[in-house]
């Protein structure tokens, strides 16, 4: 019984979408879509170098507000990730 309900109600679904879809002046209807290229900005280039500079950032910070030295080696792991950063800059500079 349940089955031949939701079958009607669905085929009656359809049956009114489908009577009263042309009869919906062009006023009432939905707006074109605009291209998405011309709304959008284009991305800024080397989203991996961007991301790379982000997370080398995250990472410092946590070396820098950690709680141990990590064997001695907190402060080399800083001066490394600040030697990187500064390449990934000097690479996003040179990029023409």
Known sequence: M???ILTGSVL???????TFSKAV???FAAPAPQPAAAAAAPAPPHPEI???LNS????????????????GHRVDAIK???????????CMRYDN
Request: glycine share 2%.
């Open 50 to 52: 961007r991301a790379a």
């Open 25 to 27: 002046p062009a006023s």
């Open 80 to 90: 490394a990730i600040d030697a990187a950063m500064n390449q990934l800059q000097i």
């Open 12 to 18: 009656a679904a359809m049956v009114l979408t489908l």
């Open 56 to 71: 080398l950032e995250r990472a410092k910070t946590h070396l820098q507000e950690a709680n141990h030295d990590f064997g």
């Open 2 to 4: 349940k089955k031949w």
